[in-house]
Nanobody
Framework: QVQLVESGGGLVQAGGSLRLSCAASGRIFSNYAMGWFRQAPGKEREFVSA????????SYADYVKGRFTISRDNAKRTVYLQMNRLKPEDTAVYYC???????????????WGQGTQVTVSS
């Protein structure tokens, strides 16, 4: 079992930045690929970014590529999502997720956090 707790959400103006954190507990953090998803009101949850267990491989959705950066610190059992040049359309609840592999974490993660709200004002 893995428990995930997100933090760092908030209200920011368009063009601003936020850094989300996801702290993991439970099984060995460094064994898992980690990911971020988001869900806007009235829309389905969508993939944002993922990172391999070592941090050596990352993946981004096209709509955040070049603006968002995922990273992880296995010693701190934490994964981060640095979000720059935020747009109003980035407004959503952001969820942290984990799974055994990059392929799985981008599609059907085994574990989810509770989410953190990000609101970008125009």
């Amino acid at each position: 079992q893995v428990q995930l707790v997100e933090s760092g959400g908030g209200l920011v103006q368009a063009g601003g930045s936020l850094r989300l954190s996801c702290a993991a507990s439970g099984r060995i953090f460094s064994n898992y690929a980690m990911g971020w998803f988001r869900q806007a009101p009235g829309k389905e949850r969508e993939f944002v970014s993922a990172i391999s267990w070592s941090g050596g491989s990352t993946s981004y959705a096209d709509y955040v590529k070049g603006r968002f950066t995922i990273s992880r610190d296995n010693a701190k059992r934490t994964v981060y999502l640095q979000m720059n040049r935020l747009k109003p359309e980035d407004t959503a609840v952001y969820y942290c997720a984990s799974a055994d592999t990059m392929v799985v974490v981008t599609k059907v993660p085994a574990y989810w956090g509770q989410g953190t709200q990000v609101t970008v004002s125009s």
